[in-house]
């Protein structure tokens, strides 16, 4: 008799069982903070375009064009990252001086605007460039000013950086064979605490801001073993002119996807990566440290040891003509 009781209840309760399975599927691994950042640096890096579409870098000339055409509703907003001294000494209309320091405070209080274009401007263009890839990253329409100040006139405060840096072929003894390598490596794991990938870069953004981003020629052609060196470059100029002996090719636009080569990347050792004029590697730079990697940007790319090596194929700082742009300069 009991046991005529009891198949009722049991078959009630594994239909409730199966219900309660229905209404409650089982809820989807969360996601990394490595994964939650490399699904929007694999789109990033892929199009390599701000959130409107236009690419992340602009000249003085149009930006001129821009400040000049009497239609105030196209200007951008510019930031000037200089110090304050330097920017009292002279600048480009309009900009506002800030610091990097400042950079995340100034995106969280509405300062910095999402809805209109935005133009990063600092000594040279490769310090610009980080705050262009950490603004495009979250979402802006973030441009940096090509060669910074140097583009602009030579005759303002520290604007001759260029041109000291392409005064001469320091090292030329450039690599024609293809370096390659298997070796893959885990992801770095990063632990902010954050739960969104905004706050997550934002968090790494401002635990960097004191680590040192940058190697030069010297640092990398008299210690090459102690580097992981990229060359951001197409493989057919990775072939010619050539690269620095022991770099490794990674094509921009595709190879720095998690689905490519980013498990190429060493976690044990310091990557520094390169290309024409240390623009777009401060850019990928600033993606792989907030990634948790320890990655370094080669100061001024080739142009800064290998000037004339780039004859073939262009990318080349060239100052500019003296005084053209003054009518947007103050004071």
Known sequence: MLKKLLVPFLILALFMVVGCDKDNPTEPEQKTEFELLAELGDVYFTSYTNAAGAGVNTTMSALYDLLTDTDASNDPYMIDFRSAADYAAGYIKGTVNMTYDNLVAKIDDGTIPKDKPIVNICYS???????????????????????????????ITKA???????????YTSMETTANTTTTTYDFPVLSTGEETAEAIIKARWTAMLSDDWTASATDVWDNPSNYFIINYWPASEYANPGHIPGAYQFTPKSSLKTTEMLNLLPTDKTIVVYCYTGQTSAQVVTYLRILGYDAQSLLYGVNGFYYHGLDAIGHQYKAPAPDIYDAVLEP
């Open 160 to 170: 001759d950086k260029w041109v000291g840096q392409t005064a001469a072929d320091e």
């Open 125 to 155: 263009g490769q310090g610009a460039s980080r705050a262009t890839a950490l603004l495009n990253m979250l979402g802006y329409q973030a441009q940096n000013l090509l060669f910074a100040y140097c583009g602009v006139d030579t005759g």
